[in-house]
Antibody, heavy 121, light 109 residues
């Protein structure tokens, strides 16, 4: 079964760091465009970061310089390193797969269940 | 940056048709995808590439895209269709990004 399972969320103080993990099964993370998407409480969806199959990464302006997306091929796992966290980073973070191996503009076909990150003192 | 605008809410009686719009500059030139999100759950893809349906999604869900507006149509609405719906495109200007619409809450009366 194709599945994504996130972990690593929790409560962190402003200015702190957290690393989210996303374990994939049923497919190979490094073959796909993989993303992080977040949703603040009661708000809409916001794209955060993408890593291409070739390893190139891009981040939303709101997290650029603070967040880093990466992957471990041997563990078939996606990561999001979050530094200098702010209250406005509080959200559910979803690990998401683009459904096509070649076309980057394709839809997000597989979503994890999400992990909650709360930034508060 | 690229902005996608959706109506905050749409109300529809069971058995009727719900239409959810997604406005964006020349959105007709892009591939539009639609997601359904129920409370406490992750989003689910219901329409991709403007008008295609993933396996398992009822034919009642359909999409179109032209000019500055994309539309998700839900025919013969059922109580189980009550959810938030988001449109989404890929956009590249100063760098690639995935853009979501503002979201529409569909209420079944």
């Amino acid at each position: 079964e194709v599945q994504l399972v996130e972990s690593g969320g929790g409560l962190v103080q402003p200015g702190g760091s957290l690393r989210l993990s996303c374990a994939a099964s049923g497919f190979t993370v490094s073959n796909n465009y993989m993303n992080w998407v977040r949703q603040a409480p009661g708000k809409g969806l916001e794209w955060v970061s993408v890593i291409y199959s070739g390893g190139t990464t891009y981040h939303a302006d709101s997290v650029k310089g603070r967040f880093t997306i990466s992957r471990d091929i041997s563990r078939n796992t996606l990561y999001l390193q979050m530094n200098s966290l702010r209250a406005e980073d509080t959200a559910v973070y979803y690990c998401v797969r683009v459904g096509d191996l070649v076309v980057v503009r394709s839809a997000f076909d597989i979503w994890g269940q999400g992990t909650m990150v709360t930034v508060s003192s | 940056s690229y902005v996608l605008t959706q109506p905050p809410s749409v109300s529809v009686a069971p058995g009727q048709t719900a239409r959810i719009t997604c406005g964006g500059n020349n959105i007709g030139s892009k591939s539009v995808h639609w997601y359904q999100q129920k409370p406490g759950q992750a989003p689910v893809l219901v329409v991709y590439d403007d008008s295609d349906r993933p396996s398992g999604i009822p034919e009642r869900f359909s999409g179109s895209n032209s000019g500055n507006t994309a539309t998700l149509t839900i025919s013969r609405v059922e109580a189980g269709d009550e959810a938030d719906y988001y449109c989404q495109v890929w956009h590249s200007s100063s760098g690639p990004s995935y853009v979501f619409g503002t979201g529409t809450k569909v209420t079944v009366l």
